[in-house]
């Protein structure tokens, strides 16, 4: 495969871009490979600057599910484009789609958006905070919830004793509000929100984690979740940045009929253009300026082009059988993947699947934290992500994020894919 023109696009962007890159996962580094410069991406597929052609399984980390440039997207956004770019003062486009939003999403009683899932998660621990007059924020090991200094805590540092920082640059005493504990772990669980000493405002999770791979929630674990959270008055936050309007209209919530008090959206409400959100209960959300004093604010929050992007995303992904067609296509793909893998790495996989985003861990498993999943042999899979490269499939580079299925993706882009990754397990050899 060609790629003298990404190989001196990523010369050249090195020169002027940390990294060469504008997020630190495209830069390929943990499976062994230099990034791959796009051109364009139309449907299922991802062309790069040497016109090769991919079946894209990343979908720009989740936002993508109808395919690139959904003719009803494109559409949406060319007619507000007409009316302008940014106006720095709300639109009708804005009351749209948070209808929209409430309307699938019946734990919101109203909702702020703002320009990504950082903002989102950042401003929703900031309002706990506003709101409880308490502290400190509970995460898991595992969860990802975006670059705001709160998240980045080592994991694991934190059970139960406050977060020491994950990344130089994040002051101690802002982690020292943070515990990281570990996810499905019910007793930890139990001690920590029990805890009322530690004065928790909030706890912060990912109801279906999907960056450390994806790993669902053991059953009864959300539950349990609200349960303690209920009890002990603090506010129990959704990230649903990845999860909402991907495992269901309603998200991971409505799929486990679970009610948070906020929720965290992202990438898909944008239809692939910057929209993050965070929206909950009045009580709450009368908290934030300028109804209230708790602060945030955004030049490019409630962007028209954004908007009309994600109103006609939502618009259409609404549409009767969008998600059973998209649950029954990941069913059988997943079926067949996991064949394949029994076939020819026999105990040494394990498929973690919920609806249409999934992760096979080359790990023997069972993989239901990040303790568990750091056990990867992330080697293997960097060998596996290079063969499926070179056979023209996009996917994800890192052992420890989801492959998604999206609605573009035809059958026979499905079938392409089983028979890449037959033969790329036979070529991949364990270290
Ligand atoms: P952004 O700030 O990247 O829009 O969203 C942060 C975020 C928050 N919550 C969850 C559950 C998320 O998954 C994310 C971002 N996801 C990563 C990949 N899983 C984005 C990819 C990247 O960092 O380049």
Partial sequence: MNTDNSKSYFTKAQTVIPGGVNSPVRACKSVGCDPLFVKKAIGSKIMDVDDNEFIDFVCSWGP???????PKVVAAIEEALANGTSYG?????EIELAEQVINAFPS????????????????AIRLARGYTGKKVVVKFDGCYHGHADSFLVQAGSGVITLGIPGSPGVPDDIVKNTISIPYNDFETLEKTLSDESLEI???IIEPVAGNMGVVPPADGFLQKLRELTSKHNI???????????????????SRFGITPDMTCLGKIIGGGLPVGAYGGKQEIMAQIAPEGPVYQAGTLSGNPLAMAAGVATLQTLSEPGFYERLEQKAESFASELKKLADKYLPGQTTLN?????MTNFFNP???VDFKSAMKSDTELYGQFFREMLAGGIWLA???FEAAFISDAQSEKDLAQALEMTESSFKKIKKL
């Fill in 64 to 70: 993508m599910i109808l395919g690139h440039n959904h």
């Fill in 89 to 93: 003062a709300p639109t009708p486009l």
């Fill in 108 to 123: 919101m009683d109203k909702v702020r958006f703002v320009s990504s899932g950082t903002e989102a998660t950042m401003s």
């Fill in 201 to 203: 405002a909030c706890v």
């Fill in 235 to 253: 506010v129990l936050i959704f990230d649903e940045v990845i999860t909402g309007f991907r495992l269901a209209l309603g998200g991971a919530q």
């Fill in 353 to 357: 699947r919920i609806g249409s985003m």
């Fill in 365 to 367: 498993g069972p993989v």
């Fill in 397 to 399: 580079p890192s052992q």
